[in-house]
């Protein structure tokens, strides 16, 4: 079974511009997840997605938003680039039961550089 | 809010010997997960074990292995038979579980683990 993917790998970005990075789940998941990873504030949860609904947010500002499409692949979106944007952004896919969501796995990445 | 605290960043081992790898968290609830993945030096977030906070046994994956002190709050990894491909960094996590629960994962700061030859 595939792995998560997530596309593109590389981006390098000019600051004010904005920027859509997209995650493919593993086939059967539908709930995805996405995480900003910096050397400085670590791994931070960004928001969560299944059915096509945003389910949970964490605490970033209005810039960074996302959607779900009814095959289950997600893209976030992010506006108005800052220089503390650049990061590395991991999506990562789970099965749901019920309501409850299984363990992530996670893709490879999105190495975004905001200069 | 739940915290997950590793506080060692840093480790180093030798090739076929054990390490441990330590973690401690702070959370009110009583049902959650707690996490180890492995994070190599291409990036990619690697699940190594998981363990449920209802279960007393603690979680084996072949050489790894936790040791689950739900009442200390505390949670390391042990690497037994250390290889060089166990090089990368570690990261602990937390996940509230139950129905409706928020799925997040909480992360410590992660330890760059070293494997010498």
């Known amino acids: 079974k595939a792995g998560v993917t997530q596309t593109p790998r590389y981006l390098i970005k000019t600051r004010g511009q904005q920027v859509t990075l997209s995650c493919s789940p593993i086939?059967?998941?539908?709930?995805v997840s996405w995480y900003q990873q910096t050397p400085g504030q670590g791994l931070q949860f960004l928001f969560e997605?299944?059915?096509?609904?945003?389910?949970n947010k964490g605490n970033f500002p209005g810039r960074f938003s996302g959607r779900q499409f009814s095959n289950s692949r997600s893209e976030m979106n992010v506006s108005t680039l800052e220089l503390g944007d650049s990061a590395l952004y991991l999506c990562?896919?789970?099965?749901?039961?019920?309501?409850?969501?299984?363990?992530?796995?996670f893709g490879p990445g999105t190495r975004l550089t905001v200069l | 809010a739940q915290t997950v605290t590793q506080s060692q960043p840093e480790m180093s081992v030798q090739e076929a010997e054990t390490v441990t790898l330590s973690c401690t968290y702070d959370?009110?609830?009583?049902?959650?997960?707690l996490f180890w993945y492995k994070q190599p030096p291409s990036r990619q977030m690697i699940l190594v074990i998981r363990?449920?906070?209802?279960?007393?046994q603690n979680a084996t994956e072949n050489r790894f292995s936790v040791n689950f002190q739900k009442a200390a709050k505390s949670f390391s990894l042990k690497i037994s038979d250390s290889q060089l491909g166990d090089a990368a960094m570690y990261f602990c996590?937390?996940?509230?579980?139950?129905?409706?629960?928020?799925?997040?994962?909480?992360f410590g700061k992660g330890i760059t683990l070293s494997v010498r030859p």
């Open positions: 990562a896919s789970s099965l749901v039961s019920g309501a409850s969501t299984d363990t992530q796995y």
């Open positions: 086939s059967g998941h539908r709930s």
């Open positions: 997605y299944f059915s096509e609904t945003q389910r």
């Open positions: 959370t009110s609830e009583s049902d959650y997960y």
């Open positions: 363990q449920e906070a209802y279960k007393q």
């Open positions: 996590a937390y996940r509230s579980r139950g129905a409706g629960a928020n799925s997040k994962l909480t």
